[in-house]
């Protein structure tokens, strides 16, 4: 069985790189030791292809801390009833298994 492969670590950061006349945007690993680039996105549309990269970094920089808290919030819902929690709960439930990195 072969082991999973983990994501360049967090936190990312983006970048534009120029080549000649193209300017490209790019995602890196921040960390300095790790020159991983994790994507570029070159198109003729360089606003999308910022407004992408800058999502796609926010979100993954969130991630982690998200899903901690979503997980504590989990635990704390299963003691308390009435009040909707059952429907936050199955809906926080199905978000974090969305949220996991599939294999």
Known sequence: ????????ATPWKGDIIVDGALETAVIYGANP?????????????LAIDKANRDFIVTACNAHDELVAVCE???????SYHGHGADKV???MRDALENAKVKP
């Open 1 to 8: 069985m072969s082991e999973q492969v983990k994501h360049t």
């Open 89 to 91: 709960y199955k809906q």
């Open 72 to 78: 504590r919030t989990l635990s704390w819902l299963t």
């Open 33 to 45: 030791d790790d020159l991983d680039e994790v994507c570029r996105m070159a198109s003729p549309e």
